[in-house]
C-alpha cells in the first residue's frame, strides 16, 4: 500500500479521466456520429490519396511524395487519437492508462511537428515549380525529396522525445481529470501540482521552432511565388499558377491557424475548455478535410482515382 508521504511526492496515477464532454451529455451522441463518420471520411480519403500517389505513373512527381506522406501523417494522426474518443464516448468509464496517455501524447506531438515540416517542404516545392520551371526536374530529385521528408519525421520524433521526457517527471499529486478529448502536453503541464516553468518554456521554445520556422519558409516561399505569377502577362497563366498553390494554402491555414492558437500561448494561460474544441477541430476535422481538398481541386489526382477505380471494378466485371 502506497503511503501518504509516496502520494505527496506525486506518483503518477494509474489512469487519467478524459472529460470530453460529460458535462454536456446531450453532446455526446451528435459527437459519437459525427467523429464515426469523419474517421472512416478521413481513412477512406487518405488511403485512396496514398495508394494513388504510388500506384499511378502520373504521379510519381516530387509533390505526390509528399502528399502521400501528408496523408499517411494525416491517417496516424486520426488513429492515434479517435478510436479512443469513440470508446469513452461509448462508455460510462471514460479513462485512458498513464502509459497509454504518455504514447498518446508522444506520437501526436511527433506527428504534429511532422506534418509542420513536410507542409514546408510541400511549399519548396510549388516555389521550384513556378519561380525555376526549367530547373525543376534538375533541383527537387526524388533523393532530395526522400532526404526531407527523413528530416521531417526525424525532427518531429526529436521534439516529441524532449517533451515527453520533460512530461513523465511532472508530479500529479493524485490529480487525474483531464478535462479534454485526449492527452496532450499543454493539458498534462495545466494538470501538474509542480513548478513547471521549465516544461512551459521548453514547449514554448520548441513549438515556436516548429511552428513558426517552417510558416515563415512557407510565407517566403508564396511571397516569391506572387511575385513570380503577377510578372505573367496572360490571366489565363496567372490563373493556372495560383491554381496550383490553392490546394496546399487551403490545408496550410487548417492547420497552422489552430496550431498557433494552442501551443503559442504559455500552458499556464491554456483554455481547457476552448482548447479541447480546438484540439478536436485539428485532430479529425483537418485530416479528414485534407484528401477532399487536393482531389476536388486537383485533376491529376481526381484522374488517378478515377483509373485507379477503374482497375479495382475490372475483375468483378469478369
Known sequence: MRSDNQSALGDPPEDFILLGVSDRPWLELPLFVVLLVSYVLAMLGNIAIILASRLDPQLHSPMYIFLSHLSFLD???TTTT?????????SSRKTISYGGCTVQYAIFHWLGCTECVVLAAMALDRYVAICEPLRYAIIMRRPLCLLLVAMAWLSGFGNSLVQVVLTVQLPFCGRQVLDNFFCEVPAMIKLSCADTAVNDATLAVLVAFFVL???ALILLSYGFITRAVLRIRSAKGRHKAFGTCSSHLLVVSLF???AIYMYLQPPSRYSQEQGKFISLFYSIITPTLNPFIYTLRNKDVKGALRRLLARAWRPCRR
Open 256 to 258: 497552422y491557424l489552430p
Open 82 to 90: 479517435v478510436p479512443q474518443m469513440l470508446v469513452n464516448m461509448g
Open 75 to 77: 491517417l496516424c494522426y
Open 213 to 215: 520556422v517552417p510558416l
